[in-house]
């Protein structure tokens, strides 16, 4: 019998700083015997392109998936006609979908309260440090993210008694070039008299500030402190690290788990759930010791991380060169077997819908199991079985694994497929691997797909010079 299944829908896996949160919720599920399924495209589709069509294919895969529940990042996914479809594909099947972050009629709404932990880093600053005179870098104008931490950021300071001063708010839209530039200004406009501290409405912007002010000879936090908001994994790796907080992932997992299970043959009753934040003390307060050993340590670890990334790049790269000869897919993926086992070392499945093939939906109804990494020996094996539609990966292969991603395969809107990972823990540079991994095959695909059409093409003019174009017999080049 099948263990129940739980869907996940996130944009920019390898991107997001939502890996923590993904696996609370992938190993509570298993705990209480459940698959997590992962489905994920490599951009947040916000464009509606011809590219973004081909990635959105892989969440309507979820469709043949049965699940028993959803769970949806609907802040992270730009197209609202998606989410909308996904929350009404659950309420159709009676399951729970849950949304994250955003509210969607008809899902239960996941939030987290913003006001009251970017108030208590603020609070840290003013209560802890002696912070007086304090800037703040906010994100878009107008937009409600930015608005309320700015909201967050009065009521701290008028709390302890700091007049609030709207000029001291400046915006660096939410990532770092802007807030480079909008820590320049505040240098420039401060008339001599540097802030005591710059609170940022992101992690981001925290790194980028803290970069600005060394480029222009401004110690953190000896001569300004600050800090920003999310727990992204970079602000923790960031020297100095960036005083933040993060999301209490784990409650909101456990809850999100502990309703689907009681809410198991009940009709779902969406409701609203706020989780709070953890403070993260950081190095650019001043809290955690800022020496040079612990920066050293983590220059260390950058290095160790860009060296593993420059050699599985240059993996990539010698797939591409060494299997891109011309031949038929079925040619071509033996070869592939020794890359995709550096990919992340776990179970890989590799699956090519039937019209890359030739063959008619009608002609070929199930998809084809290209390639497949066991998870329990790490052998790799080309089978091209057929298989059940409502399969969408091999159950007897990966039955001893509880947690899944899937990630499309495609030039453009032109879908070929999709790529399944098993894996017990996510992270940052398992996913940075897999997007390369299937960049590179996606490429592969598409010199084999046009190498094909070339072929015909070539085929039908040799049969052009050879044969009559009236009777299709051979003329007198055809005898030559």
């Known amino acids: 019998m099948l263990k129940k299944r739980i869907g996940i829908f996130i944009p920019n896996i390898h991107k997001v700083g939502y890996h923590n949160h993904l696996n609370s919720i992938s190993v509570r599920a298993a705990e209480n015997g459940y698959d997590t399924m992962c489905f994920s495209s490599y951009t947040d589709l916000y ?75 603020t609070d840290h600053i003013v209560e802890q440090h002696g912070a007086k005179n304090v800037y703040m870098i906010s994100g878009q104008r107008n937009n409600s993210f930015s608005q309320d931490r700015e909201e967050a950021y009065r009521r701290s300071l008028e709390k302890h008694g700091i007049a609030f001063d709207q000029n001291k708010i400046y915006y660096g839209e939410f990532w770092d070039s802007p807030a480079m530039q909008a820590v320049k200004d505040i240098l420039k406009d401060c008339g001599g008299v540097l802030p005591d501290a710059i609170v940022c409405a992101n992690d981001s912007m925290a790194i980028a500030a803290c970069t600005a002010l060394e480029e222009n000879g401004v110690a953190v936090p000896e001569d300004i ?36 299970i009681r809410l198991e043959g009940s009709v779902p009753q969406p409701c609203d759930k706020i989780f709070g934040f953890d403070i993260v003390l950081g190095q650019s ?13 983590v220059t260390s670890q950058l290095y160790d991380m860009i060296g593993q990334r420059e050699e599985f790049k240059t993996s990539m790269d010698h797939m591409m060169l060494y299997n891109n000869t011309g031949d038929e897919l079925q040619a071509v993926l033996p070869g592939i077997g020794k890359y995709v086992k550096s990919i992340l070392y776990c179970g890989v499945a590799i699956y090519i819908y039937p019209e890359f093939f030739g063959y008619s939906k009608k002609d070929y109804p199930g998809r084809v199991l290209a390639a497949y990494l066991d998870p329990e020996n790490l052998e790799y094996f080309t089978p091209f079985a057929e298989v059940d539609s409502q399969e969408i990966y091999p159950v007897s292969i990966f039955k001893n694994c509880s947690n899944f991603v899937f990630v499309p395969l495609h030039c453009q809107d032109r879908v070929y497929g999709y790529v399944m990972i098993s894996r017990l ?28 059409k070339l072929n015909e093409v070539v085929k039908a003019l040799n049969d052009m010079y050879i044969r009559d174009p009236l009777t299709n017999l051979l003329n007198r080049r055809g005898f030559d």
């Open 47 to 121: 464009n509606g392109s011809s590219y973004d069509e081909g990635e959105k294919s892989i969440f309507h895969l979820s469709y043949e998936a049965d699940l028993c529940a959803m769970i949806i990042y609907s802040e992270l996914i730009k197209d609202e006609a998606l989410v909308k479809d996904l929350v009404a594909f659950a309420d159709a099947h009676g399951i729970p979908a849950f949304a994250i972050d955003k509210k969607v009629k008809g899902a239960y709404y996941i939030g987290f309260d913003y006001d009251t932990a970017f108030e208590k880093i």
């Open 225 to 260: 402190i600050v800090s920003g908001f999310d727990g992204i994994e970079r602000a923790v790796k960031n020297c100095p690290s960036i005083l933040t907080a993060k999301y209490d992932f784990e409650k909101s997992a456990e809850y999100m788990i502990d309703e689907i």
């Open 285 to 297: 307060c001043g809290c955690i010791d800022n020496s040079a050993r612990i920066s050293g340590k």
């Open 425 to 452: 823990t996510l992270s940052f540079l398992a996913f940075d691997r897999l997007a390369d991994f299937v960049v590179h095959l996606n490429m592969l695909l598409s010199s084999i797909e046009n190498a094909a």
